[in-house]
């Protein structure tokens, strides 16, 4: 008798670990892209070759035997080695060249990243940035990233990085309807329409402040994004909070009140283990960092005030110290 796994090819392994996440052939073939009797065709040469079935074909789709289950166990092994290697492998790369995978969220691209971003290239050009916007954190074990940039006070502890800022939140008003803010006392502003954070973000501490001190009657407008907030804010909708490295550069809103520690949250540049000695990975991070400590002040609060006085639309960052 020869040996059945001689023949197999890593292709064997992604199709049937394929058809067992998507437990039918049609789903497998779309996710491997190529076409549904390819898939079926492969299937039985595989489990020929093995002498085993590999599949049970149950009314509710594709179930794996024992058989097929030790084998996709092994395609998921082999799946985290190839992981694995292709990583180290990028971490001994001798010259910062080539493509970085960022993730961030469009709150911080749009008000912080963007210019960051071109000045980097403008540095590197021999690097390319595949941007990749998520609220929910990426696997950078899978290499769904190479950096992840996020605001955050729990990093994961599986990443490397370091923390680049504290950002500040503030309660802000359209500008026109608080030409003298600082005279409202806090407690009659919960009076008035706010706009706020959806429940699906409920985790944010600005949406605990709103839960636990806005009448539910008193909040007019909710989205799930911090960009939609602003805006929201910005036509006279309702108050709310919002980052000051957001608002303080937008002359039509005004803080109502100081920023609230309780609401800052720390910004994070992050990186697998295997990665931080990376040429491209490093000299992106300290290029970031560096940039963003230049900034620091608007984005920890501290250019803006409460005087109804706005800032102008572009502010310049500070020199960096030293």
């Known amino acids: 008798m020869g040996e059945p796994f001689k023949d197999l090819a890593w292709d064997d392994f992604r199709l049937v670990k394929a058809i067992a996440d998507a437990k039918g052939l049609p789903a497998a073939a779309a996710r491997?892209?190529?076409?549904?009797?390819?898939?079926?065709?492969?299937?039985?040469?595989?489990?020929?070759?093995?002498?085993?079935?590999?599949?049970?074909?149950?009314?509710?789709?594709?179930?794996?035997?024992?058989?097929?289950?030790?084998?996709?166990?092994?395609?998921?092994?082999?799946?985290?080695?190839?992981?694995?290697?292709?990583?180290?492998?990028?971490?001994?790369?001798?010259?910062?060249?080539?493509?970085?995978?960022?993730t961030t969220n469009d709150t911080l691209l749009v008000h912080l990243l963007t210019p960051l971003f071109a000045a980097f290239l403008r540095q590197c050009p021999?690097?390319?940035?595949?941007?990749?916007?998520?609220?929910?954190?990426?696997?950078?074990?899978?290499?769904?990233?190479?950096?992840?940039?996020?605001?955050?006070?729990?990093?994961?502890?599986?990443?490397?990085?370091?923390?680049?800022?504290?950002?500040a939140w503030a309660l802000y008003g359209r500008a026109a309807d608080f030409p003298y803010p600082g005279a409202i006392p806090i407690e009659r502003l919960f009076d008035r329409p706010w706009v706020a954070l959806g429940e699906?973000?409920?985790?944010?501490?600005?949406?605990?402040?709103?839960?636990?001190?806005?009448?539910p009657e008193?909040?007019?407008?909710?989205?799930?994004?911090?960009?939609?907030?602003?805006?929201?804010?910005?036509?006279?909708?309702?108050?709310?909070?919002l980052p000051c490295f957001i608002a303080d550069a937008r002359p039509g809103l005004v803080r109502l009140a100081e920023p609230d520690p309780e609401l800052a949250a720390d910004l994070w540049l992050l990186t697998h283990p295997d990665l931080r000695h990376a040429p491209r990975v490093r000299i992106f991070l300290d290029f970031l960092a560096a940039e963003i400590a230049r900034q620091r002040r608007l984005i920890e609060g501290s250019l803006g005030?409460?005087?109804?006085?706005?800032?102008?639309?572009?502010?310049?960052?500070?020199?960096?110290?030293?």
């Not at 058989?67 to 395609?75: N, P, Q, S, T």
């Not at 699906?200 to 009448?215: I, N, Q, Y």
């Not at 911090?226 to 309702?238: C, F, K, R």
């Open 32 to 102: 491997l892209g190529i076409n549904h009797s390819t898939v079926f065709r492969r299937l039985r040469q595989i489990e020929a070759a093995l002498g085993v079935a590999l599949f049970e074909r149950h009314r509710l789709g594709y179930v794996a035997t024992a058989a097929g289950e030790e084998m996709v166990a092994l395609a998921d092994r082999l799946d985290e080695d190839i992981t694995a290697f292709t990583r180290k492998v990028s971490g001994r790369e001798l010259s910062p060249a080539g493509e970085l995978r960022v």
């Open 200 to 215: 699906d973000l409920a985790a944010m501490k600005a949406v605990r402040f709103v839960r636990e001190h806005v009448p």
């Open 218 to 241: 008193r909040i007019a407008y909710r989205t799930n994004t911090v960009l939609g907030l602003g805006e929201a804010v910005e036509t006279g909708i309702g108050i709310g909070h």
């Open 126 to 167: 021999e690097m390319r940035l595949d941007v990749v916007l998520s609220n929910q954190p990426l696997n950078l074990s899978k290499r769904d990233a190479d950096v992840a940039i996020r605001a955050t006070d729990n990093p994961p502890e599986t990443l490397v990085g370091r923390r680049a800022a504290r950002i």
């Open 305 to 322: 005030g409460s005087s109804g006085l706005s800032l102008p639309s572009v502010i310049s960052p500070e020199p960096s110290a030293g």
